[in-house]
């Protein structure tokens, strides 16, 4: 529907540039653009399609997502998880996933639940995949995921949260919801787990969805994710998935 909207509204501006000149059509054009790069670029843009941004509850409850796995880190913030008795949702990469297949076995042994984060994870220009491309990343994901672990996940989330219209198709066939969040603290970019959970720490409020990352080259998202989880018990904050919240 999103794809039909873009090319009807291009369709329209190039009548009103012939109908009624350059002056008229050249402004048109240039804000039907920054309305589509507005919904790209922004995460929590709903304008290809729904996308949830927090958990609808006044409880105090969070909901941990984790990017970019399975990795190294995934054994240490298994553990963490369970010292803390929270739970989590792993945005996992099926390449990587099919490299490491026993610990994405274990997220979901564990209670957690996995989410779809594309099949390669092509972060320099997922936003701008074709509508091949775009359904052969979610829907290569959905499959490795499923035959790895046998279940299907629910969730996806864009890489780098940066959508276009070609993403809600797909997702509406596999009865996907897309997943953005409320809270960040910059994990996958700072090296200092202090800062990192500052700024989570100022935007967590009841139902917040925080993004972390796993496997960042800095090295230090271990020692974020367990700085975290310390600060939410000290707040009395807990650690739910949606579908038990």
Same mark, same amino acid.
């Given at each position: 529907?999103?794809?039909? &909207?873009?090319?009807?509204?291009? @369709?329209?501006?190039?009548?009103?540039?012939?109908?009624?000149?350059w002056r008229v059509g050249l402004? %048109?054009? #240039?804000?039907?653009?920054?309305?589509?790069?507005?919904?790209?670029?922004?995460?929590?843009?709903? %304008?290809?399609?729904?996308? #949830?941004?927090? %958990?609808?509850?006044?409880?105090?409850?969070?909901?941990?997502?984790?990017?970019?796995?399975?990795?190294?880190?995934?054994?240490?913030?298994?553990?963490?998880?369970?010292?803390?008795?929270?739970?989590?949702?792993?945005?996992?990469?099926?390449?990587?996933?099919?490299?490491? *297949?026993? %610990?994405?076995?274990?997220?979901?042994?564990?209670?957690?639940?996995?989410?779809? !984060?594309? =099949?390669? !994870?092509?972060?320099?220009?997922?936003?701008?995949?074709? *509508?091949?491309?775009?359904?052969?990343?979610?829907?290569?994901?959905?499959?490795? #995921? !499923? &035959?790895?672990?046998?279940?299907?996940?629910?969730?996806? +989330?864009?890489?780098?949260?940066? @959508?276009?219209?070609?993403?809600?198709?797909?997702?509406?066939?596999?009865?996907?919801?897309?997943? @953005?969040?409320? @809270?960040?603290?910059?994990? &996958?970019?700072?090296?200092?787990?202090s800062a990192v959970v500052a700024?989570?720490?100022? =935007?967590?409020?009841?139902?917040?969805?925080?993004?972390? !990352?796993?496997?960042?080259?800095?090295?230090?998202?271990?020692?974020?994710?367990?700085?975290?989880?310390? +600060?939410?018990?000290?707040?009395?904050?807990?650690?739910?998935?949606?579908?038990?919240?």
């Amino acid at each position: 529907m999103a794809a039909w &909207a873009a090319v009807l509204s291009q @369709a329209l501006v190039a009548l009103a540039w012939w109908r009624l000149g350059w002056r008229v059509g050249l402004p %048109l054009l #240039l804000a039907s653009h920054l309305v589509f790069l507005w919904g790209t670029l922004r995460p929590q843009s709903a %304008l290809f399609g729904p996308v #949830l941004v927090r %958990l609808p509850t006044r409880e105090p409850v969070v909901w941990l997502t984790i990017d970019d796995g399975p990795s190294d880190d995934t054994p240490t913030i298994l553990e963490l998880l369970d010292a803390y008795g929270a739970k989590a949702t792993f945005f996992v990469v099926a390449e990587r996933a099919r490299a490491r *297949p026993e %610990l994405v076995r274990d997220i979901v042994r564990r209670g957690h639940t996995l989410g779809n !984060h594309s =099949a390669s !994870h092509p972060s320099a220009w997922f936003w701008a995949l074709g *509508p091949r491309r775009m359904a052969a990343e979610i829907e290569q994901a959905q499959a490795t #995921l !499923h &035959a790895i672990t046998g279940v299907t996940p629910r969730w996806f +989330r864009a890489v780098v949260g940066m @959508a276009n219209p070609f993403v809600s198709a797909p997702l509406h066939r596999l009865g996907l919801a897309r997943v @953005a969040w409320s @809270a960040r603290g910059y994990d &996958a970019l700072s090296a200092d787990p202090s800062a990192v959970v500052a700024r989570i720490d100022r =935007a967590l409020a009841p139902g917040a969805i925080v993004l972390l !990352h796993e496997g960042s080259a800095h090295g230090r998202n271990v020692e974020a994710i367990a700085l975290l989880l310390e +600060r939410l018990k000290q707040r009395g904050i807990r650690c739910v998935l949606p579908e038990g919240s």
